[in-house]
């Protein structure tokens, strides 16, 4: 059965830096793309970057460009994503996804995904 498990969400103070975990149980991250994605209270799930299964990052979204890097470590079966710069406008739950139709080229698009996560909460708050 292939799941998806998010941690590493939490508290913390504007400025700061996170750490997210989408570790895999059931299937190798190797054979799929995986995406971060997140959804603010009222709002639409935001795609926010991608990585193939060949370690090439797809892209990242210009709100989080130049602060955010999605990385894979194959044998842990886990991607990351690394948070810096944190401001509150990042707070929302944050959700990895797999597909292995778009393995080698991503997408930005939740609805290209099949596989998700629970998701994780990310708060920044003073």
């Known amino acids: 059965q292939l799941k998806l498990v998010e941690s590493g969400g939490g508290l913390v103070q504007p400025g700061g830096s996170l750490r997210l975990s989408c570790a895999a149980s059931g299937f190798t991250l190797d054979y799929y793309a995986i995406g971060w994605f997140r959804q603010a209270p009222g709002k639409g799930r935001e795609g926010l970057s991608c990585?193939?299964?060949?370690?090439?990052?797809?892209y990242y979204a210009d709100s989080v460009k130049g602060r955010f890097t999605i990385s894979r470590d194959g044998a842990k079966n886990t991607v990351y994503l690394h948070m810096n710069s944190l401001k509150p406008e990042d707070t929302a739950v944050y959700y990895c996804?797999?597909?292995?139709?778009?393995?080698?080229?991503?997408?930005?698009?939740?609805?290209?995904?099949?596989?998700w996560g629970q998701g994780t909460q990310v708060t920044v708050s003073s």
């Open positions: 990585i193939t299964s060949v370690g090439s990052t797809n």
């Open positions: 996804a797999a597909d292995q139709a778009i393995m080698f080229k991503c997408s930005p698009w939740p609805a290209d995904f099949g596989s």
